[in-house]
Nanobody, 117 residues
Framework: QVQLVESGGGLVQAGGSLRLSCAAS????????MGWYRQAPGKQRELVAV???????NYATSVKGRFTISRDDAKNTVHLQMNSLKPEDTAVYYC???????????WGQGTQVTVSS
């Protein structure tokens, strides 16, 4: 079955950096678009960054210039490099995958990112 396992979350001071990773199994990774979403307490889940099968990227306005999404198709892994972190980046970060034209979307269990001021 499909499994997405996130890692790399933690507690960091404002201005610091973290690198999240998501290891995928049970899918043909190279045909999947990959995304990172986040959900803060009391808020809806929101898109953070997306990388398509051809490497095109898209970012939420709030993280543009600070976060970088990348993928390694040889290792079935997607990363999110987060720099210049702010307290408002505090959330549970989720990895997601989907294939264009198909209805199924898969999610990981999430990893907590906490940024202290």
């Amino acid at each position: 079955q499909v499994q997405l396992v996130e890692s790399g979350g933690g507690l960091v001071q404002a201005g610091g950096s973290l690198r999240l990773s998501c290891a995928a199994s049970g899918i043909i990774f190279s045909i999947n678009n990959m995304g990172w979403y986040r959900q803060a307490p009391g808020k809806q889940r929101e898109l953070v960054a997306v990388i398509t099968v051809d490497g095109s990227t898209n970012y939420a306005t709030s993280v543009k210039g600070r976060f970088t999404i990348s993928r390694d198709d040889a290792k079935n892994t997607v990363h999110l490099q987060m720099n210049s972190l702010k307290p408002e980046d505090t959330a549970v970060y989720y990895c997601s995958c989907w294939v264009l034209g198909r209805s199924s979307v898969y999610w990981g269990q999430g990893t907590q990112v906490t940024v202290s001021s």
